[in-house]
């Protein structure tokens, strides 16, 4: 089995690492931030740098909470490329723009090895369980030698295409779903202000065209009150504009106009301000409330 080096074990990525150790590969580990005492009594080798955990790796994976942190991981001083072998493979599991994912794509192929984007949908829970969905960007030959290894962190793992299409894939989803959010939350706002019972509104439009797999899992949320991530499923807002970030970028880089992403990204700025970073994408429904003086409860 080939050794793997995995940088970035906060609350996702430790989870990761130990499904990887039980599944028999061995793991070099190591976090700038984290200790990472309980992964190397579980049985991972820990590492001093990034570049000593891919000094030591044939396969490199990084999961880390924004492109910055990542670029800093890899390009940075005692970074991964500056330990890469010939023929290694970087797996960047985290979220980020088209251009940094290009950037960083060139700059591994600079030294002879080749990076795959394969970022997550889901949450601690899928984490712990294995069940990601990860869908992957870069080249095919080197996809299907890691594809095994995220075999074991997710239950669908998909190639969309060249480097960069994984992220891509991961932002249209972001995009689809926080717009469905925000538009649900915006309609229900106006009926609630009109008088009209939010329960009895959701029973008659469910099972129409209107009615969405989103509104099924958030409304209960919204009218329950509870907009903490402390439940399945569950993508704070803090990442959310995260998305929203690295999608606005990418489609600048593009020359997509993209006027609704745009418009929910200074509603979700105004919840970062107003507290609200930790909150569930249900909590959307909070600046809608807050503008119109009513609130959605059972």
């Known amino acids: 089995m080939a050794i793997i080096g995995f940088i970035g074990l906060g609350n996702i990525g430790r989870p990761m690492a130990k499904n990887l150790i039980k599944a028999g590969y061995k793991l070099v580990v190591y976090d700038k931030f984290a200790k990472f005492d309980d992964l190397v009594s579980f049985g991972a080798e820990g590492a001093v740098s990034s570049k000593d955990a891919a000094s030591k790796s044939e396969i490199i994976i990084t999961m880390l909470p924004n492109s910055a942190q990542v670029k800093e991981a890899i390009l940075g001083a005692g970074g991964v490329a500056e ?52 869908i992957a960007g870069g080249e095919k030959a080197a996809f299907e030698k890691v594809k ?21 894939v991961k932002l249209v989803n972001q995009i689809i779903t ?72 990418s489609a600048n880089d593009l020359g997509v106009s993209m006027p609704l992403t745009t418009s929910l990204m200074e509603i979700v700025q105004w919840l970062m301000v107003d507290g609200m970073a930790s909150d569930d994408q249900s909590a959307l429904v909070r600046y809608y409330e807050k503008h119109a003086k009513v609130e959605l409860r059972k």
């Open 178 to 249: 926080s717009l469905n959010i925000a538009s649900l939350s915006e309609a229900f706002v106006l009926a609630a202000k009109a008088g009209v019972n939010p329960n009895l509104l959701y029973s008659a439009i469910k099972d129409g065209p209107a009615g969405s797999k989103v509104m099924d899992e958030k409304l209960p949320m919204i009218l329950d009150g509870n907009f903490k991530c402390s439940f399945k499923p569950g993508f704070n807002i803090e990442l959310l504009i995260n998305d929203l970030q690295n999608a606005v970028h």
């Open 148 to 168: 095994p290894i995220l075999s074991k962190l997710g239950s669908r793992v998909v190639l969309a295409g060249s480097l960069g299409a994984g992220n891509i």
């Open 83 to 134: 330990g890469l072998k010939k023929g290694s493979i970087v797996v960047d599991m985290s979220s980020m723009s088209l251009e940094d994912c290009r950037e960083l794509g060139a700059a591994i192929e600079a030294r002879n090895s080749s990076l795959i984007d394969a970022p997550v949908s889901g949450g601690e829970a899928e984490a712990a369980e294995g069940t990601f969905t990860i």
